[in-house]
């Protein structure tokens, strides 16, 4: 059977293009609000059942977009009532987005607060040596609406809306941040998902130039950094991306974005025995952070199958986390949910689907 060619799915527009594309067909611009109010107010699966739109509407909008949601291939629950969806796009990848319960995440404290892990990159370029996202490589950037489908579709799936989202799922969002921003936009939208700029993070492993880019857009969304090391020499070690943008520059970059947004950076700093845990690199993280006012997430390192790294022991981290504290930055170490189920950080990696169900690509040699 010939297949049809692909339609552009509805979730990559923002209202603006919808204005654009319903006046290039001699309709007024309210039409265009009536769209998004099916699609995200009503979360409409067919354009025939919108039915204060002109017939003729319909049957052109029918022709010209999608509203297929991304296809769940297998969604996981773990104990502690994390769930993890693996998804399949239109070219058959498979993409995974975490949902994350109440409180599990950093900033916790909020009870009602659902916070999706989003993906941003079908696998990741940056080979951060911890990190199992990488290990099979970079296949594509996620298009806009794979980015807002992943909150779409956990939304229904789950039947919760989401509250909070974190950009920390597989890829590195600023290397797809002109794709980010424009999905930025309609998760934010209160014609789109409505979720408040000031309850999502993007999470980058330090790409300078992009974090000035993204400090001039004029939404107030977070930003936290994968640090991971305090000097250079550690840094490098286990972030080959730190040869590119060494510590002096990505500060730069973070002074520049103190300077525009006002507002707390967050590091991430896993915690792996014997590279980056010394009390001299907390003492130098310390620091750190101290004149930019930024938060330390302390996060002990999750295991990755074929990863020779180790998590130090609870008194290991409980003394790095000290040091941050006496020195006056204010600190957490994160105890993490969905190790049962591979959602945790720096698990999440690049899968395909076989003749005997989803399995994950190894290494590309
Ligand atoms: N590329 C972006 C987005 C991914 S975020 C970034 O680097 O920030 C995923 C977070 O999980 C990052 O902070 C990453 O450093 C962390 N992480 C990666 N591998 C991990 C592991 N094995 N254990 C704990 N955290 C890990």
Known sequence: MASLARLPSAFGLTLEDWIEWVEARGQSRFRAK???EWIYGRR???????????????????????????????????????????????????????????????????????TLCVSSQVGCAYDCKFCA???????????????????????EESGEAASNLVFMGMGEPLANLSRLTKAIAILNAPWGLDIGARHMTVSTSGLAPQIERLAELPVQI???????????????????????????RLFEALEVWRER???????EYILIEGVNDSPEQAALLARRAKPLDAKVNLIPYNVV?????????????????????????????????????????????????????????????
């Open 261 to 267: 947004k006002k507002q707390r950076i967050t590091f």
């Open 222 to 248: 977070r930003l936290a950094i994968s640090l991971h090391g305090a000097s250079d020499e550690v840094r490098e070690r286990i972030m080959p991306v730190n040869r590119k943008y060494p510590l002096a």
């Open 44 to 114: 409409a699966k067919s354009w025939d059942g919108m039915t204060n739109l002109p017939q003729a509407l319909r049957a052109e909008l029918e022709t010209a977009f999608s509203l297929d949601r991304l296809a769940v291939v297998r969604a996981t629950g773990s104990l502690d009532a994390t769930r993890k969806f693996l998804f399949r796009l239109h070219d058959g990848r498979l993409v995974e987005t975490v949902k994350i319960p109440a409180n599990a995440h950093f900033d916790g404290g909020r009870s009602d607060r659902v």
């Open 305 to 365: 199958e074929g990863l020779p790294w180790v998590r130090p022991s609870e008194a290991r981290q409980e003394s790095f986390l000290q040091i941050l504290r006496r020195a006056g930055v204010v600190a957490t170490l994160r105890r993490e949910k969905g190790h049962d189920i591979a959602a945790a950080c720096g698990q999440l990696r690049l899968q395909e689907e076989t003749a005997e169900g989803v399995a994950v690509v190894r290494r590309k040699e």
């Open 133 to 155: 996202s990488g290990l099979a490589g970079f296949t594509r950037n996620l298009e806009v609406e794979e980015i807002v489908g992943q909150v779409v579709a956990a939304e």
């Open 34 to 36: 009536q769209i998004v």
